[in-house]
């Protein structure tokens, strides 16, 4: 009663205020965002009620009052509130990378790098074969040589093995889940993102060789993938060295200093065109390192805390960006591309967990925290658009398609995971951030 | 640059001031720093440098509402009615009074000379000059702070800190008004809205922003869900009232007086909101600097009587309130050169004026509030010292 009211509340301002106001954009962004704000977080309250992922519930939000429905945060609001995603996208990656420590990483990366490669590889064969085999009704392959056939299903496929830390990192702190499971999936998650923009630079370079893009296609040369690598990871490593000498020497305020951080690092990433996510992630994975644990947990807080209403906002936006006409018109081609990257991924995990002799528990269960997808994927499907003008914006639709599935199917899958692995805590036993120190003493 | 890369710069400044300039010149040397975000602010503008294009200013437009918002939000979590209502009335006839003369006085010698120096009528006239009437009732909460800080309770300090709050409520009450009695008729709508009716629009977007909030929140006391529902909510507030081409300051007002007297966790949201107060001033500052365009051939004459006419009337009605409430003794005859500093909310209401199209004489308006500000911040050391010497309680009148 008290959620439908705060959503009638909600929807009655707006319709109040809509009809009377200038039309200016950067208030109509900010009552936007207010709006999202607050209607996501009640739809992902009834979401819990009804045994759902609070991302799932952000997400919905975003459907229901985003463009294709209720058009109350429309695009040009979205395309407003691009550098909410942005200081979401830098936050998450932060975050991540602190949650990893040396330690533990040395312990696991066997295991990782063996789930990672069988799942990857599996994943990349069934989805490129699926593709191949059904090219006389695929939109973006009907009428294709051979050879192009081949590029674009390559460049699809290599889009489709992407997964999502944004998605992992929503659900662990969420459910504040710390076991084998989730830190193996957080692990797969984050190192794949590396793998996935290597291979698809790769698969790009392939893709140009074999089918030229008319005219001037973007090049992508072996020095701009290793500069936005290499780049990335020196970047972040001075940033994150920076971040822990602030936690020794200043440790005030940490809440705007971790906001701070995040947004310096991604517009510092930008303007050296270096890869921002591995920019971010390095530099949460130094700062973890480099600091105390007391330190590095009070900033990881002061990050948790700030990355709440950034994370509903960030969510919702990504669900008011799915577009349902193009779910509705080509669902006969994503029922199977998605059925077929599931299978790929849960048998490649099977096998690379048994390779890795993980216990019984990962053995089963890792799959379900690789199955959502956003953020990177669709930065790669933009690059394809970008390159092959007419097949690629065609690709990037189906694509985008397939990803709202995986999008709202992910979560829901790896909640149940970690509930079956017995990893998830009882409400009763999960830390109460009030009494959690929000800041070091400064000395 | 960047727009985002300038913001990142922007706050960056702001913590920096917050922390080393305010904190220690402030303690130390009582000086109420903010006049050198202004000038930086004016280096980095298109008026000098170029750094910060007009295009990258529209970009943020929605930062300094917000900012806007979040001060209405302060200024009303002042009035919290079970601790108001121990101080004794006198206090509040003096205040009101003076806010109220000085509102007069101000608005009169500006209309005249808005309407001499440009011949126009009083209609025209109005605008211009009940908004500099607003921003001259407005007073900074340093001097009351540094005072405080030495003195402690006492008659004085009370009569200090009631004055600017309702310095603060009616600067920007009249200014609210004035947005929602020359307001520009939607299109949308079946018929022109009346000012009462916009002003009602102003505090029920602030009082439904309230109900939200309580609603939102629940029975729960969580801090990471409180401070969810307190930006949702002052974001919906600001956006809505910046919207409707009505002042973020008020209705968020109206926000923070509703929460300050109906929430059981108003002292956490005191402290979430005043945390930033500071970063978000200097943040202003900037942008009010960047955005300062001053007109040679206009700006003199009223911005000069703006300085003159605003500090004799503070004083002239401060005077006059605590004699007709026989307080003079207690308060001294210059208690006036205490509400002199201009600080966030003139700043603030300056923006705020600015981001109005369809007034005129915009930016002869916030010149006189940049006058003002810089003026009052640098002479606010002496300022200080000369209210400690005239306050009876202190032993320096005597």
């Not at chain 2, 206090?91 to 806010?99: C, G, H, K, M, V």
């Not at chain 2, 002042?247 to 300050?260: D, K, N, Q, R, Y």
């Not at chain 2, 205490?338 to 300056?350: R, S």
Request: include cysteine; hydrophobic fraction near 60%; charged fraction near 10%.
């Amino acid at each position: 009663m008290r959620r439908a009211l705060i959503l009638a509340l909600l929807l009655g301002g707006v319709a109040l205020i809509l009809p009377l106001g200038s039309g200016a954009r950067a208030p109509y962004a900010l009552l936007t965002l207010g709006f999202l704000m607050l209607a996501a977080y009640t739809v992902a309250e009834i979401a819990t009620a009804a045994k759902l992922p609070r991302v799932v519930g952000y997400l919905l939000a975003g459907i229901v009052f985003g463009p294709s429905l209720a058009n109350i945060v429309t695009v040009e609001a979205s395309v407003t509130l691009a550098p909410v995603t942005s200081l979401a996208i830098s936050l998450i990656a932060f975050l991540a990378g602190a949650e990893l420590r040396w330690s533990e990483v040395r312990d696991r990366i066997g295991g990782i790098l063996k789930i990672l490669t069988s799942e990857l590889a599996l994943t990349l064969v069934l989805v490129f074969s699926v593709l191949v085999a059904m090219r006389e009704f695929v939109p973006f392959l009907q009428g294709t040589s051979w050879t192009e056939t081949v590029a674009f299903s390559l460049l699809f496929a290599t889009i489709a093995i992407v997964h999502s830390p944004a998605v992992t990192l929503a659900i662990l702190s969420e459910t504040k889940a710390r076991g084998p499971l989730a830190r193996t999936v957080l692990g797969t998650v984050l190192i794949s993102d590396v793998a996935v923009v290597l291979a698809f630079s790769l698969a790009l370079a392939i893709a140009q060789a074999i089918a030229p893009p008319a005219g001037f296609g973007a090049a992508v040369t072996a020095g701009t993938v290793a500069w936005e690598l290499l780049g990335a990871i020196v970047v972040g490593a001075a940033l994150g060295g920076a971040v822990s000498l602030y936690l020794r020497f200043v440790r005030k305020e940490l809440f705007l200093f971790a906001l701070l951080v995040t947004f310096l690092g991604a517009e510092v990433a930008r303007m050296l065109h270096v890869e921002v996510l591995l920019t971010l992630l390095t530099a949460g994975f130094v700062t973890e390192n480099l600091s105390s644990e007391k330190l590095g947990f009070a900033l990881r807080h002061a990050m948790e805390r700030a990355a709440d209403p950034v994370f509903v906002v960030f969510f919702a936006l990504a669900g008011a960006s799915i577009r349902l006409e193009g779910l509705t018109q080509m669902w006969m081609f994503v029922i199977p591309l998605v059925l077929v990257r599931a299978g790929g991924i849960r048998f490649g995990c099977a096998i690379g967990a048994r390779w890795a002799k993980l216990p019984d528990a990962e053995r089963r269960h890792v799959w379900t925290g690789l199955v959502a997808q956003a953020g990177v994927a669709i930065g790669l499907a933009a690059v394809v658009a970008e390159v092959y003008p007419v097949r690629g914006a065609a690709l990037s639709t189906l694509f985008l398609a397939v990803m709202a599935v995986n999008q709202l199917l992910g979560p829901i899958l790896f909640k149940r995971g970690l509930a079956a692995a017995g990893e998830l805590q009882p409400a009763t036993a999960r830390p109460n951030p009030e009494t959690v120190p929000a800041e070091a003493p400064a000395t | 640059m960047s727009s985002g890369l300038i913001l990142v710069l922007l706050v960056a400044s702001a913590f920096v001031a917050a922390h080393f300039a305010f904190e220690r010149l402030g303690k130390r040397f009582l000086i109420v720093s903010g006049a050198e975000y202004l000038a930086l602010g004016i280096l980095l503008g298109p008026q000098v440098s170029g750094i910060f294009t007009p295009a990258l200013l529209d970009s943020l437009a929605a930062f300094p509402a917000l900012a806007l918002g979040w001060m209405g939000a302060i200024i009303g979590m002042r009035f919290y009615l079970p601790e108001l209502i121990r101080i004794p009335g006198f206090t509040y006839r003096i205040a009101l009074s003076e806010s109220l003369l000085t509102v007069a006085v101000v608005f009169a010698l500006e209309a005249l000379a808005f309407m001499w120096l440009f011949d126009i009528s009083l209609l025209l006239a109005t605008p211009p000059a009940l908004a500099l009437a607003a921003i001259a009732v407005s007073s900074s909460r340093e001097t009351y702070e540094i005072v405080s800080r030495h003195l402690g309770e006492g008659a004085f300090v009370t009569q200090l800190d009631i004055s600017t709050a309702i310095n603060a409520f009616v600067a920007v009450l009249t200014f609210g008004w004035l947005l929602a009695a020359f307001h520009a008729n939607p299109t949308g709508a079946v018929r022109p809205l009346t000012s009462t009716e916009w002003l009602v629009l102003s505090a029920g977007i602030g009082l439904i922003g309230g109900a939200l909030f309580h609603l939102f929140l629940g029975r729960e006391d969580n801090i990471d869900r409180l401070f969810v529902a307190l930006a949702g909510v002052l974001i919906l507030v600001s956006g809505a009232a910046a919207y409707l081409g009505l002042s973020p300051l008020l209705a968020a007002l109206f926000f923070g007086i509703m929460l300050v007297n109906t929430s059981r966790n108003r002292i956490e949201i005191a402290a979430a909101l005043t945390r930033v107060e500071r970063p978000l001033y200097f943040v202003l500052l900037i942008f009010a600097g960047a955005t300062w365009q001053p007109s040679l051939r206009a700006w003199v004459a009223p911005v000069l009587l703006f300085v003159f006419a605003r500090a004799a009337a503070k004083i002239g009605a401060a005077r006059i309130g605590a004699r007709m409430e026989r307080s003079l003794p207690l308060l001294g005859p210059n208690w006036g050169r205490a509400l002199l500093g201009q600080g966030g909310v003139a700043i603030a209401l300056g923006i705020d004026y600015l981001q109005q199209d369809h007034f005129a004489f915009a930016h002869v308006v916030f010149t006189a509030v940049v006058a003002s500000v810089l003026l009052t911040d640098m002479s606010s050391a002496r300022l200080a010292k000369s209210v400690f010497a005239a306050i009876p309680e202190s032993g320096g009148g005597k």
